[in-house]
């Protein structure tokens, strides 16, 4: 989970120091693709007393794996006519920052938007009105 965090404020902390030199920055934030990169495989001889917990994940997992839906090479393809400008984001003006690809990636931002939307609004008592007051300001 820590990585989802750290390389998207790497991108936006690189957009910024870069935006001085007109070199832009775009994180690319990709749904699900049908490629072989999460395709099951194993490698060397088992461990022994791990019979359990390898049954487990052998019958568990695959429930939960969706196959992709994803081109990767439309996806690709999106992204190379966002950086040249051309394709399906002709006309549209400099990349953003942000670049969502698949819709299962958009669904994914759009629920997490909304809860971060719902925390702020809950505790938006919590977190206002934190200011020093102005004669401390001043001095």
Same mark, same amino acid.
């Given at each position: 989970?820590y990585h989802l965090v750290?390389? %998207?404020a790497?991108?936006?902390? &690189?957009?910024a120091?870069?935006?001085?030199f007109?070199? /832009?920055?775009?994180?690319a934030?990709p749904g699900?693709?049908?490629?072989?990169i999460?395709?099951?495989?194993?490698s060397?001889?088992p461990l022994?007393?791990?019979e359990?917990v390898r049954d487990h994940?052998d019958?568990?997992?695959?429930?939960y794996?969706?196959? %992709?839906k994803g081109d990767p090479a &439309?996806?690709?393809g999106?992204?190379?006519?966002?950086? /040249?400008?051309?394709?399906?984001a002709?006309?549209?003006?400099?990349?953003p920052?942000?670049?969502?690809?698949g819709e299962?990636?958009?669904l994914?931002?759009?629920?997490?938007v909304?809860?971060?939307?719902?925390?702020?609004d809950?505790w938006?008592?919590v977190?206002?009105?934190l200011?020093?007051?102005?004669?401390?300001?001043?001095?």
């Open positions: 989970m750290l390389l %998207p790497y991108g936006e902390t &690189l957009a120091e870069l935006e001085y007109k070199i /832009r920055v775009i994180i934030v699900g693709f049908a490629t072989k999460n395709a099951p495989k194993r060397g001889r022994e007393g791990y359990v994940m019958n568990t997992v695959p429930k794996v969706q196959i %992709p &439309l996806g690709m999106a992204l190379v006519d966002v950086v /040249r400008g051309e394709g399906r002709a006309g549209r003006g400099p990349p920052l942000w670049l969502f690809l299962d990636s958009m994914d931002v759009r629920a997490r909304e809860k971060i939307q719902s925390t702020l809950e938006k008592d977190g206002s009105n200011g020093l007051p102005v004669e401390q300001l001043s001095a």
